[in-house]
């Protein structure tokens, strides 16, 4: 396991860099000041890569607090990357500010800080940000299918992954992102605008480079609409869809009963959605859209929502919009947020334990959870659930007592949790307030956003395994 780590660290690195030297050759071509800044950001995140495979190669027994502490540690760095072109503006961000804008873009959230504003003009820079958000998808797969075979490997005979289907798995998400560039350029006939918003939805970070998560007008009609959200279903699928071609049995005895239960259950919260809340200025597809990019925690909107009157609309649906954030998207996606899955299995766990309890003690009422058998289960499910809670409870007391009201607290706390970011801030017609102390807590959110998988997998692991016993 340990060689697997390694060998999948050192890939996100060099492929990091290999993009920071790509865009330092276009600025080079262009005859930009920002050649160096991006030639920088390759050698940092090569050495990087070859950092990991020295300070690991003695090691051979990977424990699970090990792998957090790497993953991490990985996110920290790749953030340190992301931020180094953005220290081109020292004289106007601080350093505050650059890690933040880094954070953002590389835990796939997609906050927009105001300066990200005055980089619309820079192609380079706007190239950037995408790619940043293309790293932070890719490695947020990668870091549960490493978690996945740290608590399953013990346990399935069939889940196998060695060093070529780790490389298979990276070349495959970057031709998919490829696929989706050229798919999209046939309709848009627009190279940079494909690039950018292909990366936003494979890695449902929502922002379209420097841009923001609103859509322009030209590329929000209905046609393009139903596009986004062909490839946004496509997005949800990446893993389950390279396992049937690599390896059926890992879906077969681990995944596709959840997948299937959670595809359905997505959809029909979805439909009812649509149907239910309707907003007059907005056709159905639009507002399919809206919804399906918030349940896939991507949180890309159309041009229309940056209309006042379609805003106030919008914000009566806040407790919608918080639901499908919170259940949102599938574990081993790139999305955040709760996911789905985990909520479907809570309700299953649940709903077993009370069903034996029920058959075996002939027991009704609330006694049911004190004299049940697996007591240890149900107690570990319900910390995770508590531990959660405690979170959020928390950096709203952080967030508020740094100048924010409770609720732009709470929209804070969730958006970044949730790595929906400023497409669920948009909706709520908030902004971001500088602070330092804002920052620094909402940094540590958006990467505690992408260890909920954690909580995810060890539910998953004792309901799978004891149920195959």
Same mark, same amino acid.
């Given at each position: 396991? @340990? ?12 492929? %990091? ?55 991490? /540690? ?8 992301? #931020? ?9 961000? #601080? ?16 906050? @927009? ?10 192609? #380079? ?20 299918? $490493? ?47 494909? %690039? +950018? ?48 071609? @690599? ?63 379609? +805003?106030? @609309? $919008?914000?009566?649906? =806040?407790?919608?919009?918080? %639901? ?61 659930? #508590?531990?959660?809670?405690? %979170? ?6 952080? $967030?508020?007592?740094?100048? !924010? /009201? ?7 706390? +969730? ?10 801030? !948009? ?23 992408? =260890? ?18």
């Amino acid at each position: 396991m @340990q060689y697997i780590l390694n060998y999948s660290l050192q890939i996100i690195f060099y492929v %990091f860099g290999f993009f920071g030297l790509l865009v330092s050759l276009k600025c080079f071509l262009d005859s930009s000041k920002y050649t160096s800044i991006f030639f920088i950001s390759f050698i940092v995140s090569f050495i990087i890569g070859y950092f990991f495979k020295v300070l690991f190669n003695k090691n051979k027994i990977l424990k699970e607090k090990n792998l957090v502490i790497t993953i991490f /540690s990985s996110w920290l760095l790749l953030t340190l990357v992301s #931020a180094i072109p953005f220290l081109s503006f020292i004289d106007v961000l #601080a350093i505050s500010d650059i890690f933040f804008i880094s954070t953002s873009f590389i835990t796939t959230t997609g906050f @927009q800080h105001k300066f990200l504003d005055s980089l619309n003009v820079s192609e #380079a820079f706007n190239i950037w940000c995408s790619i940043i958000q293309l790293i932070g998808g890719v490695f947020s797969i990668v870091s549960y299918i $490493l978690f996945f075979l740290v608590f399953f490997n013990k346990h399935d005979k069939h889940i196998v992954f060695n060093k070529n289907i780790i490389l298979k798995f990276f070349s495959y998400y970057f031709f998919l992102f490829l696929g989706f560039f050229i798919f999209l350029n046939l309709f848009l006939e627009d190279i940079y605008f494909s %690039f +950018m918003i292909s990366s936003a939805i494979i890695s449902t970070g929502g922002q379209i480079g420097s841009f923001g998560p609103v859509l322009g007008y030209y590329y929000s009609n209905n046609l393009y609409l139903i596009i986004y959200l062909f490839l946004s279903i496509t997005t949800i699928l990446i893993l389950p869809l390279f396992l049937i071609i @690599q390896n059926y049995k890992v879906l077969e005895s681990s995944y596709i009963k959840l997948l299937n239960r959670s595809l359905i259950l997505l959809l029909v919260v979805l439909l009812i959605l649509c149907l239910l809340f309707e907003i007059s200025a907005l056709n159905f597809i639009e507002r399919f859209f809206i919804f399906f990019s918030y349940l896939t925690t991507t949180g890309m909107l159309p041009n229309k929502t940056s209309d006042i009157l379609v +805003m106030q @609309q $919008l914000s009566s649906l =806040f407790f919608i919009f918080l %639901f499908l954030i919170i259940i949102g998207s599938l574990s081993g996606s790139s999305g955040g947020g709760l996911k789905i899955d985990k909520v479907s299995i809570i309700f299953i766990k649940i709903r077993s334990e009370l069903r034996k309890l029920t058959l075996s003690h002939k027991l009704y009422g609330a006694e049911l959870i004190k004299k049940g058998y697996n007591q240890k289960e149900l107690n570990s499910l319900f910390a995770l659930l #508590a531990l959660g809670g405690i %979170f959020v409870a928390v950096a709203l007391l952080i $967030l508020t007592s740094s100048g !924010h /009201s409770v609720f732009e607290s709470f929209v804070l706390t +969730m958006a970044s949790l949730t790595n929906t970011g400023e497409g669920f801030l !948009h909706v709520n017609n908030m902004s971001l307030n500088k602070s330092f102390f804002s920052y620094l807590i909402l940094n540590f959110l958006m990467i505690f956003g992408r =260890f909920e998988v954690i909580g995810y997998l060890l539910i998953f692991q004792k309901f799978t395994i004891r149920n195959s016993l």
